[in-house]
């Protein structure tokens, strides 16, 4: 059965825009989990943007599913993970200028540097995933460093329409088959929303699937009106 992986980094972005403590980021990992999720997803990145390590050392210590570490893979990183010991790390490119993750990881051209990288996090017992493209180079190249997981980018699905849309989807499905037979793990996300998430589910041995900004915006889409509600009943109520 596919699993879900809530990423909560939204939650953040709100707190950070205020630079104060609410929301917390921490607080809601809990609702998510009593929701349903079966992992919960933060991306630690350079500039500290949204998520920061307070947050990840205390979801560490408090979460009940499994925490999913997000990050580049840098130096600084990996010191970090090897202090917080996540249940298991994604790698992605990250880049100071993008708004989120653009594409997938190159893996392919950076095998040397990744097989010590991805060896070091193993040594720790942390499982890795990388964040790749549906590409056959990304996946081979991804059993032979040494990845546990992949997480196949679905961005490029979720922007497309129609036919482009459905080759699109073939070429997850295949990829997917692909990496099962090498004995990877594969997960997917990016773009995953309310409307387009089944097909990606519905892919036979699909992991686990990593959400954040559909869920979050549902989130506040359900939410808002019960807030506005309640501020309401305290300013006319005497
Ligand atoms: N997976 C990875 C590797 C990501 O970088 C992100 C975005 O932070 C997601 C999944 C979730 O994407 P979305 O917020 O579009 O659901």
């Given at each position: 059965m596919t699993t879900l992986g809530v990423n909560i980094d939204h939650i953040a972005n709100v707190r950070q825009a205020r630079k104060?403590?609410?929301?917390?980021p921490v607080q809601f990992a809990f609702l998510a989990e009593l929701g349903g999720a079966d992992s919960i997803t933060v991306h630690l990145r350079e500039d500290r943007r949204h998520i920061q390590d307070r947050d990840v050392f205390l979801l560490k210590k408090t979460i009940k599913t499994k925490l999913n570490l997000e990050m580049a893979a840098t130096e600084e990183m990996l010191e970090i993970a090897k202090r917080l010991l996540p249940d298991y790390v994604t790698l992605v490119p990250e880049k100071r200028e993008e708004v989120t993750t653009e594409g997938g990881l190159d893996v392919r051209n950076n095998v040397k540097y990744f097989k010590n990288f991805v060896g070091n996090l193993k040594d720790s017992n942390i499982e890795v995933s990388a964040f790749i493209d549906p590409i056959s180079d990304q996946i081979n190249y991804s059993k032979e460093i040494g990845f546990n997981f992949i997480e196949l980018h679905t961005g490029k699905y979720a922007e497309l329409t129609g036919s482009d849309q459905y080759k699109e989807l073939q070429r997850i499905v295949e990829s997917s088959h692909e990496a099962n037979d090498l004995g990877l793990i594969v997960n997917a996300g990016h773009g995953l929303n309310f409307n387009n998430v089944k097909k990606i589910a519905s892919?036979?041995?699909?992991n686990e699937l990593n959400i954040g900004h559909s869920i979050v915006a549902r989130a506040l889409a359900v939410g808002l009106e019960k807030s506005v509600r309640e501020m309401k009943s305290l300013i006319t109520s005497n």
């Amino acid at each position: 059965m596919t699993t879900l992986g809530v990423n909560i980094d939204h939650i953040a972005n709100v707190r950070q825009a205020r630079k104060t403590v609410e929301p917390d980021p921490v607080q809601f990992a809990f609702l998510a989990e009593l929701g349903g999720a079966d992992s919960i997803t933060v991306h630690l990145r350079e500039d500290r943007r949204h998520i920061q390590d307070r947050d990840v050392f205390l979801l560490k210590k408090t979460i009940k599913t499994k925490l999913n570490l997000e990050m580049a893979a840098t130096e600084e990183m990996l010191e970090i993970a090897k202090r917080l010991l996540p249940d298991y790390v994604t790698l992605v490119p990250e880049k100071r200028e993008e708004v989120t993750t653009e594409g997938g990881l190159d893996v392919r051209n950076n095998v040397k540097y990744f097989k010590n990288f991805v060896g070091n996090l193993k040594d720790s017992n942390i499982e890795v995933s990388a964040f790749i493209d549906p590409i056959s180079d990304q996946i081979n190249y991804s059993k032979e460093i040494g990845f546990n997981f992949i997480e196949l980018h679905t961005g490029k699905y979720a922007e497309l329409t129609g036919s482009d849309q459905y080759k699109e989807l073939q070429r997850i499905v295949e990829s997917s088959h692909e990496a099962n037979d090498l004995g990877l793990i594969v997960n997917a996300g990016h773009g995953l929303n309310f409307n387009n998430v089944k097909k990606i589910a519905s892919i036979n041995n699909m992991n686990e699937l990593n959400i954040g900004h559909s869920i979050v915006a549902r989130a506040l889409a359900v939410g808002l009106e019960k807030s506005v509600r309640e501020m309401k009943s305290l300013i006319t109520s005497n």
